[in-house]
């Protein structure tokens, strides 16, 4: 497996040497990312999907399964960006190294989020805590009083639609990459399919165990893609056992005081939100259960 994973990088390093636009002829800016191809490409799917550093108002749509935007870049709207034929097409040029690549980067990301979202936990912890006992006393005056305590509120609310966007962007990459693999090497599939049923519930892992239902995931295999991603996260930043998380709970109960919700609309052609708020929902119900 080391020798397949050096040869992948020693080849891709040599078949490309920057973006794709490099092997076009007309003149390039000055600012023109370098490195390797599946570097520059996921990089791209990083800032313009997740971080939307473009402003495009990038939204994702779970109707489609698929992220598009809002506002027009370069004159024209994205009516349809990673859905799961153009993940596939990924897949297939970049193989599981670019998988590995690519998913290790929206780890990292999500990991910087969770950090944000720890350090909110801590720096409010006595207004949630007080939240906590006025929702157990069933004090309504009292509660609302504590919740307008809260310190940057949206940037935080911010901070957890950006991870649900990483989530589900991470599922549709693992959903693609299964697709692929089914095709090129069933017996390799199956194989996987069969051992993750049988994998014992231990606790804690054994680190063999750990290694196949990461692998597992990394293809779709597992059937909840997200528990399993946030848990491998949680764990690698020392956060899974922490306790200031489970104040989560309150926190997300929080959100329902913010401006947030004034500006908010459900759009029936995609099945979610204008603002990614729904997003927000892959958190609410999945890191709980991982802490």
């Known amino acids: 497996m080391d020798l397949t994973h050096g040869i992948r990088e020693v080849l891709l390093t040599e078949a490309f040497s920057g973006p794709v636009s490099s092997l076009q002829l007309f003149e390039k800016p000055a600012e023109q990312l370098t490195g390797s191809a599946t570097e520059v490409v996921c990089n791209w799917y990083i800032d313009n999907i997740v971080k939307d550093v473009s402003g495009a108002g990038i939204l994702f749509t779970p109707i489609h399964k698929c992220f598009k935007s809002t506002r027009p870049v370069g004159g024209y709207f994205a009516e349809s960006v990673t859905d799961l034929r153009e993940l596939q097409a990924f897949v297939r040029v970049f193989g599981g190294y ?10 990292e990301h999500t990991a ?11 720096s409010n ?11 157990h006393s069933g004090d ?6 504590c919740s307008r305590q809260m310190v ?5 609310i911010g901070f957890c639609v950006e991870g649900g966007q990483a ?10 990459a299964g697709v692929v693999l089914d095709e090129g090497a069933p017996l390799i599939y199956s194989l996987l399919s069969g051992v993750v049923k049988h994998i014992p519930e231990e606790i804690p892992e054994k680190k063999d165990i750990r290694r196949i239902r990461g692998v597992a995931n990394s293809v779709n295999i597992v059937g909840d893609h997200d528990s399993e991603w946030i848990r491998l996260i949680l764990e690698d930043v020392g956060g899974a056992n922490d306790g200031s998380w489970t104040l989560l709970p309150y926190l997300f109960a929080t959100f329902m005081t913010s401006n947030i919700w004034n500006t908010t ?13 729904h997003c927000l929902a892959r958190l609410v119900f999945l890191v709980p259960p991982c802490c």
């Open 125 to 135: 912890r006595e207004v949630l805590e007080a939240v906590a006992g006025s929702m």
């Open 167 to 176: 989530l589900a962007f991470d599922q549709l990459l693992a959903e693609a």
């Open 265 to 277: 609309g459900f759009n029936v052609d995609t099945g979610g939100f204008n603002n990614n708020i």
């Open 98 to 107: 670019g998988v590995d690549r690519l998913d290790r980067m929206m780890k």
């Open 112 to 122: 910087a989020l969770l950090n944000c979202i720890d350090t909110s936990l801590r």
């Open 152 to 156: 940057d509120l949206d940037t935080v």
């Open 140 to 145: 309504r005056i009292e509660r609302e009083a």
